[in-house]
Nanobody
Framework: QLRLMESGGGLAQPGGSLRLSCAAS????????TYWVRQVPGKGFEWVSA????????YYPDSVKGRFTISRDNAKNTLYLQMDSLKSEDTAVYYC???????????????????????WGQGTQVTVST
């Protein structure tokens, strides 16, 4: 049984918006940094956002900075990704992932490999196209 489950993917037009959600269960969500990682068709994985346990610090690579916003609601054990100004190159399967705070090495703990996280979901498809 998955501990993380994504929802909210679908089809969007270039310039449009989508909001992804990720519901967490069966672990102490508050103790984990959480991330969104995507896999572009025919390419590898790329982390696209990270947020600390309390939600007060967010991090993004240059490819999505200013367009994507990660947030979390610890009371609801839920992670979000608001994606605005979408581009065709944002087309990918998006995964949420979690890493215990003590494993981040006092850094961001980001990785382009799902295996480096403690938990990850099954992914949700996002397609940006006219």
């Amino acid at each position: 049984q998955l501990r993380l489950m994504e929802s909210g993917g679908g089809l969007a037009q270039p310039g449009g918006s989508l909001r992804l959600s990720c519901a967490a269960s069966r672990f102490v969500f508050d103790d984990y940094w959480t991330y969104w990682v995507r896999q572009v068709p025919g390419k590898g994985f790329e982390w696209v956002s990270a947020i600390n346990t309390g939600g007060g610090m967010q991090y993004y690579p240059d490819s999505v900075k200013g367009r994507f916003t990660i947030s979390r609601d610890n009371a609801k054990n839920t992670l979000y990704l608001q994606m605005d100004s979408l581009k065709s190159e944002d087309t990918a399967v998006y995964y949420c992932a979690a890493l215990l705070w003590s494993k981040t090495g006092y850094g961001l703990g980001t990785s382009n490999s799902l295996n480096d996280y403690d938990y990850w979901g099954q992914g949700t498809q996002v397609t940006v196209s006219t």
